[in-house]
């Protein structure tokens, strides 16, 4: 049985015109609580290319799970509400669609695996309910069809005797296995994209390997593109074509992962990279390096750069001014005053944001010397 989405040819091959599958254009979340706005995800922009695996870190709290559900509109309002941007997929700003509209895209051309899914799944339902709803809210399929689909799914992700474990309620399987049946779920309507929040970061390292291994073979078969949220760099490594760096709700780096691991540019992102356990440190007795400090409060964020506070090549412009998205080298913007002098842009582009800009009283070479002795 076949219960593939009858798209037209340019649904499965690359686009001719090769515009990004989505593309998130300055996209702004924020909470407004009795605290105060809480400023989320402030001017985020990415796009995914069709059948790329785009990897989005950062540190909890810098709004990579927000920027997922703001893309399927999931926000929870009040307090929440998206204030600004565009999210355009398959020719379509989603943003402007209608909530009917939305609940058509929702796990049919995009779906979303979370982290936990033990809070994912209904504890009520049985493990088939919750698969074959998924099947018949989009396709139009009888009950026996939408069992017989379930049965494929599971027996596609790995879960064994899947006729009879699809009868399990959540409960009476193992981490590994409810992952694996957020993973059909995620895959039963053949979606063009899934935005994969943090799934293998609930599990033990070695369910954590096969999750990641079905997750891409799952993905090559069906040439679905991935938007895989993770604070884990390893598995970035490991999935990931492109790498977007979030700290406090906006993009500070943007890099190929080949390029991203072998020349960090931020120096948030170069902490990170320095904060990885590697078995040669741990040989030579090496301790860990951390980055210094906290993320600061979204309600309290500093003036001018916002990883001042934690940096250690801060120099007086970065308490006053926030960089832009700096490009010292094509295909890997930076947001951070040390590569000003390398931006490749044209003038003219970065003229209005530099009219009237404090000149720095003191230079990006005294502020990286003296941190090379921190
Ligand atoms: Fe550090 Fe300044 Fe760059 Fe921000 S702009 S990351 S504070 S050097």
Redesign the pocket.
């Known amino acids: 049985m076949s219960l593939e989405r009858s798209h037209n040819p340019s649904d499965s091959a690359p686009q001719a015109d090769a515009s990004p599958l989505l593309d998130v254009k300055s996209l702004q979340t924020f909470f407004f609580t009795g605290r105060g706005v809480a400023r989320a995800v402030d001017g985020v922009s990415f796009h995914v290319d069709e059948g790329e695996v785009v990897g989005l870190v950062g540190e909890s709290g810098c709004g990579k799970s927000v920027t997922a559900l703001s893309i399927l509109r999931l926000i929870p309002s009040p307090p929440g509400r998206i204030v600004g941007g565009e999210v355009w997929f398959e020719g379509r700003d989603l943003l402007s669609l209608s909530e009917g509209e939305m609940q058509s895209i929702r796990g049919n051309h995009i779906s979303m695996i979370f982290q936990e899914p033990m809070t994912a799944l209904n504890p009520v339902f049985r493990v088939e309910d919750q698969v074959m709803e998924v099947i018949r809210q989009h396709r139009r399929v009888n009950l026996g069809e939408a069992r017989e689909r379930t049965v494929e799914l599971l027996r596609e992700v790995g879960i064994p005797s899947p006729e009879v474990r699809m009868k399990d309620y959540p409960h009476q399987m193992s981490g590994g296995m409810r992952q694996r049946v957020m993973i059909a779920m995620a895959l039963a309507c053949r979606p063009r994209l899934i935005l994969a929040d943090e799934p293998t970061t609930a599990l033990d390292v070695t369910i954590q390997a096969q999750i990641l291994d079905l997750l891409r073979e799952a993905r090559e078969r069906t040439a679905t593109s991935l938007l895989l949220i993770t604070h884990d760099l390893g598995v970035i490594a490991e999935m990931a074509h492109r790498v977007i760096v979030m700290y406090t709700g906006r993009v500070?780096e943007e890099a190929s992962v080949t390029e991203l691991f072998t020349t960090p540019l931020?120096?948030?992102t170069q902490g990170l990279m320095k904060s990885i356990p590697g078995i040669e440190a741990a040989g030579a007795g090496k301790r860990l390096e951390a980055i210094r400090g906290v993320v600061p409060s979204l309600y309290a964020l500093p003036p001018?750069?916002?990883?001042?506070t934690r940096?250690?090549?801060?120099?007086d412009?970065?308490?006053v001014e926030e960089?832009w998205l700096i490009l010292p080298e094509e295909g890997h913007p930076v947001?951070?005053?040390?590569y000003r002098d390398r931006d490749e842009r044209p003038a003219e582009e970065n003229q209005e944001k530099t009219a009237g800009s404090p000149a720095p009283r003191e230079s990006?070479g005294e502020?990286m010397k003296e941190a090379d002795h921190v």
Do not use: D, E, Q, S
């Open positions: 500070v931020h120096p948030y001018g750069c916002k990883f001042n940096c250690p090549y801060a120099f412009r970065c308490f960089p947001r951070c005053w040390l990006r502020a």
